[in-house]
């Protein structure tokens, strides 16, 4: 009896000495053990996880003692642990190969289905299995054949075969679809990068054909000065020629009379006349322009869904109740006073661009001033220097008197292209650090781009005076 009962004992501590051997996140057996500077265990798997998911705070804490770290901790594999865990798993597994159980020495006849595991009565009454399903052999080979069944119901019926073939026709329809939107894209910038070079060959053959007439222009005249000069050194020569007097011919002053121009050379001239640098920049800077308008195209994936902050419109502008369109109003708002509001007449959109290739459109009034780029949330809201293109905190496309430029951090850049269209659009390549802006038309044109290194998300920002923009679905 005494023996019987010292086993029990033994058996109850081993049950014991298991559960403590259990992994307090994913509450199973450690697997590769490993320790904290805090001395608490864990599987190695389980506390990686854990840190990564900490790694976006950059605020570290051990899961059982809650001790805070301010840097990610090191985890030092804990040998002893390991090898106890292994030597219990291997005692437990000899067990259930010999049908008996290592722990207790009774007969398997349990099926716990949470652990896939066979255990004993006593197991059954164990911490371990507390709230686990535990069946019988019988039932727990009958729900597995259960299960069985119907998985060979689904491949006799082929439901599975034809819900992954709908699966696959859907994607099939998608693709196409995304093909079609690239070619139509590809086609268009194929089509208006066509139109830009000839637009560009315009210009350039035209710049040429100007300098050459002004060179050709300008060679004319010192001709028609030689051929005067040459005339009258002819009636000077036959003059004296034809003198009688002697003396006065002898005193005649031949200085500079020689027909011949020395060091001239109309080659060079003609070569310096015409200005090959400028032809040189003009050429570059029209293909730059050129690719950089169509690459700026072709990648991006996303048109940006804007709706405007009515809590940050300044008292002159109007926002329309489907917050789509800011308007001059030439009368005080009324709006309410918060610490978000502008002093002048802009306003932010909702939402905050961080990451990826996006574009937006506006349609703007035909009359008027108006401004529009991207700008930090942290932007000034009062003061000069929260005007946008005043600071550093935003970039902006401005039109002005009818005439385009672009501003940021108070240095304004006069844009040579003529405001003729009501339609532009703004494209943001967030990593690579740009923000661009174009007319939609025929052809569709390049105005600016600028070229920063974004800190914070970015909002747009429109700024209105005797004018409207409205943002396009």
């Known amino acids: 009896m005494t023996f019987i009962i010292a086993s029990a004992l033994v058996a109850m501590a081993f049950v014991d000495l298991v559960d403590d051997l259990k992994c307090s996140i994913c509450l199973s057996m450690y697997t590769d053990p490993v320790t904290l500077t805090c001395g608490h265990n864990f599987c190695q798997i389980c506390i990686l996880n854990l840190l990564y998911s900490q790694d ?3 605020i570290y804490s051990c899961p059982k003692c809650r001790n805070q770290l301010n840097s990610r901790p090191a985890v ?38 949470e652990d896939s ?46 819900s992954e073939a709908r699966c696959l026709q859907e994607v099939v329809r ?3 679809e995304i093909a079609s939107t690239i070619k139509e894209s590809c086609t268009v910038l194929i089509q208006e990068f066509r139109d830009e070079l000839t637009v560009l060959e315009k210009t350039i053959l035209s710049e040429i054909s100007k300098q050459e007439k002004q060179v050709s222009s300008s060679l004319s005249q010192k001709l028609n000065v030689k051929k005067d000069d040459r005339y009258s050194k002819v009636l000077y020569l036959e003059e004296l020629c034809n003198m009688t007097d002697h003396l006065t011919l002898l005193q005649a002053d031949f200085n500079g009379l020689s027909l011949t121009d020395e060091g001239y050379n109309g080659g060079d ?38 709706t405007l902050n009515n809590y940050t419109a300044g008292r002159g502008v109007h926002v329309s109740d489907d917050l789509k369109t800011a308007s001059w109003s030439g009368c005080n708002q ?14 932010l959109s909702v939402r905050s661009f961080y990451k990826g290739r996006q574009f937006w459109e506006v349609e703007t009034s035909e009359t008027g001033n108006w401004m529009m780029g991207m700008a930090y949330a942290s932007i000034d809201r009062l003061g000069h220097e929260s005007l946008v293109g005043d600071n550093k905190k935003s970039w902006c496309l401005r039109r002005y008197d009818n005439e385009y430029s672009a501003s940021h951090d108070k240095t304004v850049s006069e844009l ?47 700024w209105v005076w005797s004018s409207w923009v409205k943002i396009k679905s």
């Open 416 to 462: 040579s292209h003529q405001p003729s269209q009501n339609t532009l659009r703004i494209y943001l390549d967030y990593e690579a650090g740009q923000l661009s802006f174009y007319e939609i038309g025929s052809p569709t044109r390049h105005l600016h781009t600028f070229s920063a290194n974004f800190m914070e998300p970015l909002h747009a920002i429109i």
């Open 56 to 58: 976006t705070t950059g």
């Open 174 to 176: 998608k693709m196409k």
């Open 117 to 162: 595991a066979r255990i004993c009565t006593v197991c059954r009454q164990s911490v371990q299995h507390q709230g686990h399903e535990i069946l019988s052999f019988d039932e727990a080979c009958e729900k597995k054949k259960e299960a069985l069944r119907n998985i060979l119901g689904h491949l006799v019926s082929g439901d599975e075969e034809e």
């Open 76 to 113: 030092q594999k804990n040998t002893d642990l390991s090898n106890i865990v292994e030597r219990i798993r291997s005692e437990q597994q000899q067990g259930e190969r010999l049908g008996t159980c290592s722990l207790h020495k009774r007969p398997l006849e349990y099926y716990c289905w």
């Open 334 to 347: 009324n709006y309410s006073q918060n610490p978000e509001r502008f002093e002048y007449n802009q306003v």
């Open 269 to 306: 001239e003609a070569s310096a006349g015409l200005d090959e640098d400028l032809i040189s920049v003009t050429l570059h800077t029209g293909i730059a322009n050129i690719v950089n308008g169509v690459t700026g195209g072709i990648y991006v994936h996303e048109s940006l869904a804007i």
